[in-house]
């Protein structure tokens, strides 16, 4: 990148740089859930609690989520990254070490603190680049962001059944130790105007959190992406229980949701110029109901297939693919001089609501009810979000060139 202005193109890293922290910050929530039922047979306990691995991860990372970009604001973004990728290193070594599923978990929800990675490298990006060249980025880090969890989950697969589960965590630990020291050396101070406290843009929350439509997109954005959290949490106990399937099978599985998500993308892309946000976020919020929904149909006749679920779990990942692009502008244009603080409290709302959803599906499906158990979860989910979407468009049925003007001219919407 080159230099702005702001700061100096040897403080300024490498794009490279700013691609793998956020790829390891997404791959890592799911590189080895492959492996649940193994770690589950491994440490003597049952699935659901090995599931909390998913759950209490998010759950932290919605908190760390809230702080990480105030305390990058007021101490810079060198130390905030460096920091979170030392604990990672640490807590990795900390849960292939572990004997018991409670040392394990605890260790695992210290991982969270790789989260730094993904919510500073777009600051790092605000402070190195202008408006314009700052889009470009941002679809790069964009593109890491989808196709990181499809690659994660097969290579995780094919670990677990080469190597055992902790070949995961050896990955993790390879990766953080690369990257921290890619970024000592690559990564410079980018922060060139530290805020004076920690609170400054905290005390921006209630105004947010008045708005009904921030909540309609909000809430939109965390249930759409809630669905896709039951899928993670359930899609490793039905592949072992019902259809037998085997870790790097599971991993391409796994892997479908987000191929989907990139098509539904593609057609976002496609689209979004021409109808408005709230059409758009219904239509996204229909396809995943509706796929879910044939699919449920399907199971409750009998016809209990690998396609018959998966595929309609698929379509999850395409509505989600279609509705995310038009939740997250519309939840970042509500009140544009506040979009910063938007994106942490919507970011913690996606991340709390995901490890809920993950737990409740861990603790609810059993080897009975697991095929029909998790398309039904997975479509109440959606169906919620597609709730939400509806609120939006009888609170601000505004069209998207509105948006785009408001986002313009800093109007609120």
């Known amino acids: 990148m080159r230099e702005t202005g702001r700061t100096s193109e040897r403080d300024a890293p490498g794009l490279l740089t700013l691609i793998l922290l956020s790829s390891l910050s997404v791959v890592s929530m799911n590189l080895f859930l492959p492996s649940l039922p193994n770690m589950a047979r491994d440490f003597g306990t049952d699935y659901a609690t090995v599931s909390l691995s998913i759950a209490g991860y998010s759950a932290v990372a919605a908190v760390l989520i809230l702080i990480v970009g105030p305390l990058s604001d007021r101490y810079g973004r060198r130390p905030v990254i460096l920091t979170g990728l030392a604990i990672f290193c640490v807590a990795t070594i900390g849960c292939l070490l572990a004997t018991d599923i409670t040392t394990f978990l605890c260790f695992r929800m210290l991982q969270a603190s790789i989260i730094a990675g993904f919510a500073v490298s777009r600051a790092v990006i605000s402070d190195t680049a202008e408006a314009g060249q700052a889009a470009s980025l941002m679809g790069y880090l964009a593109m890491a ?110 892997g479908s949701i987000t191929g989907g998500f990139m098509f539904g993308s593609f057609l976002a892309g496609r689209f979004s110029t021409r109808y408005a946000l709230t059409t758009v976020m219904i239509a996204g919020r229909v396809v995943a109901c509706a796929g879910l929904s044939a699919g449920l149909l399907l199971v409750a006749l009998g016809h209990v297939h690998e396609l018959t679920l998966f595929g309609a779990c698929t379509f999850v990942g395409i509505g989600n693919g279609i509705s995310m692009p038009s939740a997250n502008a519309g939840c970042m244009a509500v009140r544009p001089r506040l979009a910063g603080s938007a994106s942490g409290v919507s970011g913690a709302m996606t991340n709390a609501g995901g490890a809920a959803v993950a737990a409740f599906t861990g603790a609810v499906l059993t080897a009975g009810n697991a095929a029909y158990g998790l398309l039904a979860i997975m479509l109440a989910t959606s169906a919620l979000g597609l709730a939400a979407a509806l609120y939006v468009r009888a609170t601000a049925p505004r069209p998207v060139e509105a948006a785009v003007e408001a986002l313009g001219d800093g109007r609120d919407l």
């Not at 290579?155 to 990766?175: P, Y």
């Open 145 to 254: 962001w989808a196709i990181a969890p499809m690659l994660g989950p097969v290579f995780g697969g094919v670990l677990d059944e080469l190597f055992g589960w902790r070949a995961s965590f050896m990955a993790f630990l390879v990766l953080g130790t690369a990257l921290f020291l890619l970024c000592w050396v690559d990564l410079g101070e980018t922060n060139r105007n530290p805020s004076e406290t920690l609170l400054a843009q905290v005390r921006s929350y209630p105004e947010l959190l008045r708005s009904g439509p921030f909540w309609g997109y909000a809430l939109c954005i965390a249930f759409s992406t809630g669905a896709f959290y039951a899928f993670l949490g359930g899609a490793p106990l039905v592949a072992a229980v019902v259809f037998d399937i085997s870790p790097a099978t599971l991993g391409l599985v796994i």
